[in-house]
């Protein structure tokens, strides 16, 4: 019936249910019908108790340890985790030995524009990974920008593009300022005369960087590549972009 209240159709229906039950009870007798009332709550209370304890058990199982278990002994897994430190590991050497000579060509020598320069430094790790990716594909891809501009048919772009090394060349590219900027900073902290004094001294370029710059700068190029490695294990961008074709799957990607 239409404009009856939801409070009047709740009234309704348990009239309905009491007049229901008062009619089994005298058809049944009250003992009986008692009865059968007690087997029915004793049914969904053995359903809710064994509702009750399945769900304690997933409870139990997701607070454990099984999960990191699983990730440290399954295949899949290991295989994801061993790519990533491989990985991590090339960019952070890379990114080393992209920062160091940028770093002391900017901040020991008369270059122009240190700051323009510093600026543009900052420029690769401010950019997203998932741009950063597409930029490369978009240049080495077969028909891309590169082979547009130098008129240069080859696969060889595309195919170091999608392999193990294009993945940490592209990825050193994208976090190398973090050791370049650590590096600068450790250079703005070194006195010239300690240069001048090994110079005057007779020691050759070499042998200056290998007293002076070296176990000055070593901290800073360590620290540096230790926050590249970290970063280049947690990436999922660059990976994701160009690891699948490359069938190289890193645990940020499964």
Known sequence: EEGIADEEIKTRLN????????????QYGPEVWRQ?????LMQLFDQSWKDHLYA????????????????WTGPHHVAGLLHSAELGLGVSVIAA??????AVLIHRTNIRGRRVWDF????????????????????????GYLEQLIHFHSRAPEAFLYSYWGITMVMALHLFPLVYFSIAAALALLPSSLIDAARTSGAGWLRTIR???VPHLLPSILGGALLVLAGAMAEYGIPAQLGIQAHFFVATVG
Do not use: C, Y
């Open 15 to 26: 009239d309905q249910v009491d007049r229901l039950f008062a009619q089994r009870a005298a």
């Open 36 to 40: 059968v009332e007690k087997s029915v």
């Open 56 to 71: 304690m058990d997933m409870l139990r199982n997701s607070i454990g340890l099984h999960a990191f278990a699983e990730i």
């Open 97 to 102: 030995l992209l920062a160091v000579p940028a």
């Open 120 to 143: 543009l430094m900052l420029l690769p790790f401010t950019t997203p990974p998932f741009l950063s990716a597409e930029a490369w594909i978009l240049v080495l891809e077969r028909h």
């Open 211 to 213: 007293t002076v710059l």
